[in-house]
């Protein structure tokens, strides 16, 4: 799959807070002393599973995921708030198979230029939790490739995702190339899907964005 276009906002969350929207197994990943919530929203192309058929239009469609950072049985990942996306298949599976708590949702999204206007609104269904967001940003200037122990690369190189399935943590590997990404400039931002989580942010936002990159993807495993 490709993951294009992606915007990464996060806001600083007090460790204590966090500490008690994660599941106890996990470890709570923290940069300078605060956990930290993200909103990525991205456009998701050429989805595929190894050994089937492309998937059509199936294979082509907007996501935008709440996050913070865990670590388990010393993998260092992500554990998501939510995940909401365009087609209901893709919600549906991972919903049923790797227990995330992926939402059905209605897009609309449009880039003009180095300007990026995204929306999404929650469809009504009595496992979706109400909530929108709206995001407008422009793709700045090319940083410089992030390295370890900064906090550009804490918040973008994340090579494992965990869930809660038959009872305990498991987790699944992604890789991907390191992320080049470029500053941001958000201009428009109303978004109620950090609140869904439980988090009411703070300030304005970290931001940076990304073209996207090429990503690959395995099963789940337990973890520990």
């Not at 599976?93 to 939402?103: D, E, I, K, S």
């Not at 200037?141 to 965990?162: D, K, T």
């Not at 609140?195 to 495993?221: F, K």
Request: aromatic residues 12%.
């Amino acid at each position: 799959m490709r993951w294009h276009d992606l915007l990464f906002l996060h806001w600083r969350v007090p460790a204590d807070h966090m500490r008690r929207l994660i599941p106890r197994e996990l470890e709570l990943d923290c940069f300078d002393g605060s956990a930290w919530i993200g909103l990525v929203p991205f456009t998701m192309m050429n989805t595929r599973f190894r050994g089937v058929p492309k998937l059509g239009s199936l294979s082509h469609f907007q996501e935008c995921n709440v996050r913070t950072y865990a670590k388990h049985a010393g993998a260092v990942g992500v554990w998501f708030f939510s995940l909401d996306a365009e087609r209901l298949l893709p919600v549906l599976g991972a919903r049923a198979l790797w227990r995330l708590p992926y939402m059905w949702s209605r897009f609309a999204v449009e880039r003009r230029g180095d300007t990026i206007d995204y929306r999404l609104t929650r469809r009504r269904l009595p496992s979706h939790p109400p909530a929108h967001t709206h995001v407008t940003w422009e793709v700045g200037r090319a940083m410089p490739l992030a390295q370890p122990g900064s906090l550009e690369y804490f918040l973008s190189e994340r090579y494992w995702l965990f869930t809660r399935r038959f009872g305990g943590i498991e987790r699944g590997r992604v890789h991907h190339q390191h992320w080049p990404l470029c500053a941001a400039t958000i201009t428009q931002l109303d978004d109620s899907l950090i609140r869904a989580a439980g988090v009411e942010p703070e300030g304005a936002p970290h931001a940076m964005c990304s073209d996207g990159v090429d990503v690959e993807g395995w099963n789940l495993v337990r973890s520990g």
